[in-house]
């Protein structure tokens, strides 16, 4: 049995939890409103300022899901409530983003511009044409954009040219060594 799927999970002012009888759950805050289906044999219950996932033993397979889906459940909470922020940062020289309505227009030093069009849900901040933000209540879909948008063009170990996280660390190799002379 998952110690952590038995936890409780704190709801803070503001947060709204409704559990249906079919599984579904609808959690609505200040920064939006996020769905999620329960599997048969979770069922959530909301007591007060807290919210309790509960399984059914009899039914084995579930209880794999029973800490993931606590923790879904928690990170769709904090979403809602507080929203996710992934910064991305362009390094190169000609390297910059721009946002045009729905889509990411990168140039990455390619002899085409990549255009990424934004997740409904997602929005994409761009500082100085260099910095990028990535905002939003679903964890996963912050996340997921975020990967995309590196996979462009992801750091090179050379030189360090290409997308990366803020906080990123890209360990640099030596180049080719000139041999020496005989």
Not at 88 to 98: F, P
Not at 132 to 153: C, N, P, T, W
Request: aromatic share 6%.
């Amino acid at each position: 049995m998952s110690r952590l799927g038995k936890t409780p999970i704190p709801i803070p002012k503001g947060v709204e939890v409704k559990p249906a009888a079919d599984g579904a759950v609808m959690i609505k805050g200040p920064k939006g409103q996020l769905d999620i289906k329960l599997p048969t044999g979770l069922s959530l219950k909301v007591e007060g300022q807290e919210a309790v996932l509960s399984c059914d033993e009899s039914l084995l397979p579930q209880k794999a899901f029973y800490g993931l889906y606590r923790s879904l459940l928690k990170n769709n909470v904090i979403g809602v409530h507080e929203g996710y922020e992934i910064k991305l940062s362009l390094v190169g020289v000609g390297y910059r983003a721009n946002v045009q309505g729905h889509k990411l227009d990168l140039q990455l030093g390619f002899s085409h511009p990549t255009w990424l069009t934004i997740p409904k849900g997602i929005v994409v901040e761009v500082d100085k044409g260099t910095s990028i933000s990535i905002k939003g209540a679903d964890k996963r879909l912050v996340g997921q954009f975020a990967a995309q948008v590196r996979g462009m063009k992801p750091p090179e170990p050379y030189k360090g040219k290409g997308i990366r996280y803020e906080n990123e660390y890209v360990r640099k190799k030596e180049g080719k060594a000139a041999k020496g002379k005989a």
